[in-house]
């Protein structure tokens, strides 16, 4: 009998590591402190998450734009839209630098070493920042598969499709996990491959998205498994 799943898809950012506000709240305090009207830090919180969304979703193949260009577009915009009169691209490096040090779950490093099957790590992120979020925590995977690299972020299906065809396998032989609705759930879901919800703030469940398995962390893969 075949083991299911033969592979593993593995989200990076609030499924392994935690980034945590990736400095928004210092962001957000600053143009809060500045603008011309009256806005809270949900307010500001919202408005760059539409924005980042929305410019992520539309940024793929001749139009891809990476990540840290996005995210400086996006607060470019906010900073025009409140009137405030500060610099983007120096405020945003907050956020970056998050990107490049986030701290690893606590059950990680031990559920990824006894996982018995190939993991493949799908990132929405650039690689330059992955590349030194994987230093930072001493860890590394052999199959990696980035937004920068298919030009696409989740939930596309080209950064999922690349990942199957890297380790040889169909959609239902593998399992998806990662703890975005819309980026893991919805994009996994389009092509049919299973899901697990890492869901550690314990949210309601999504009526939306298909959902095969939910786990609070890592330690759910292990149970599948």
Sequence with gaps: M??????ILLDFYGTV???????????????????????????????WGERFTTKCRHSHGDRFCLQSAIATDSLREMLEHYRVDL??????????AAWSRP???????????????????????DNVFLTEALAFNEIAFNLIVTSEDVQAYKPHP???????????????????IGDSRTSDLAGAQALG????????????LPTEYA???VAHDLNGLLTVL
């Design 17 to 47: 590591v935690d980034d945590g506000d990736c400095g928004r709240t210092m962001i957000f305090s600053e143009i809060a402190q500045v603008a011309s009207a009256s806005v809270s830090l949900s307010e500001l919180e919202h408005d």
């Design 103 to 125: 701290r690893l779950y606590p059950e990680a490093a031990e559920v990824l070493a006894r996982c018995p099957v190939p993991v493949c790590l799908v990132s929405n992120i």
């Design 87 to 96: 610099d983007a691209t120096a405020l945003v490096r907050h956020e970056l």
């Design 193 to 204: 491959i299973p899901a697990m919800w890492i869901n550690r703030d314990r949210r309601p």
């Design 158 to 176: 080209a950064p999922f499709q690349r990942a199957l065809e890297m380790l040889s396998c169909g959609p239902r032989e593998v399992l998806h």
């Design 211 to 213: 959902v095969d398995f």
């Design 2 to 7: 075949k083991r299911w799943p033969r592979a």
